[in-house]
């Protein structure tokens, strides 16, 4: 069975902090990815990685970075948190196109609160 | 306007009933179509591909067609436990676009 993990359900951070997402996944996938999800927003893509060291922009990057040290990790860093990233944030991966059905697994979110 | 649109109801249906949800995509370059489920407060979870001949899994059946550039997902016989949210997803190369949803609510 497919697992992604994240390392926090729910944080609450104050206005300037630097604020660190952790998601691991153990399915030996290449792509990972963060997205964020709002009311009326639906998800969208914040980066992703398509292998160790690569990352590649999403739609809404600005105010994020990311790291991929290890295969079965992918970090989202919040630079200065706002409290425009006040958020649910969702980590997904999934095997590289044509290795299998392309398909994402989710981890379970993090709802990010930023005062 | 969006890359790929849901009508995002609610649809309040009876138990038993059949309800249907629709979704458009823009880009013809679209490759793999997927319907998911969410929960309130949990996470996205796949609940089925489409292909262009149609796909059934139980009361679940999907349908694609790329002339029209359509989704469409049918469900039979509502029970109780299919309230969610149905979000349709198209794929393209390495990036997955989402719609933002169709709520449905089954009322006993």
């Known amino acids: 069975d497919v697992k992604v993990t994240q390392s926090s359900r729910y944080l609450v951070k104050r206005t300037g902090e630097k604020v660190f997402l952790e998601c691991v996944q153990d399915m030996d996938h290449e792509n990972m990815f963060w997205y964020r999800q709002d009311p009326g927003l639906g998800l969208r893509l914040i980066y992703f990685s398509y292998d160790v060291k690569m990352k590649e922009k999403g739609d809404i990057p600005e105010g994020y970075s990311v790291s991929r040290e290890k295969k079965e990790r992918f970090s989202l860093i919040l630079e200065s948190a706002s409290t425009n990233q006040t958020s649910m944030y969702l980590c997904?991966?999934?095997?590289?196109?044509?290795?299998?059905?392309?398909?994402?697994?989710f981890g379970p979110g993090t709802r990010l609160l930023v005062l | 306007r969006k890359e790929v649109e849901q009508d995002p109801g609610p649809f309040n249906v009876p138990e038993g009933a059949t309800v249907a949800f629709n979704c458009t995509y823009s880009n013809s370059a679209s490759q793999s179509f997927f319907w998911y489920r969410q929960d309130c407060r949990k996470e996205p979870k796949l609940l089925m591909s489409v292909y262009s001949s149609g796909n059934e899994d139980g009361r679940f059946t999907a349908q694609l067609n790329r002339a029209s550039q359509y989704i469409s997902l049918l469900i039979r016989d509502s029970k109780l436990s299919d309230s969610a949210t149905y979000l349709c997803v198209v794929n393209r190369g390495y990036k997955y676009i989402f719609g933002t949803g169709t709520r449905l609510k089954v009322l006993a």
């Open positions: 997904a991966s999934s095997p590289r196109q044509g290795r299998s059905k392309e398909t994402q697994y």
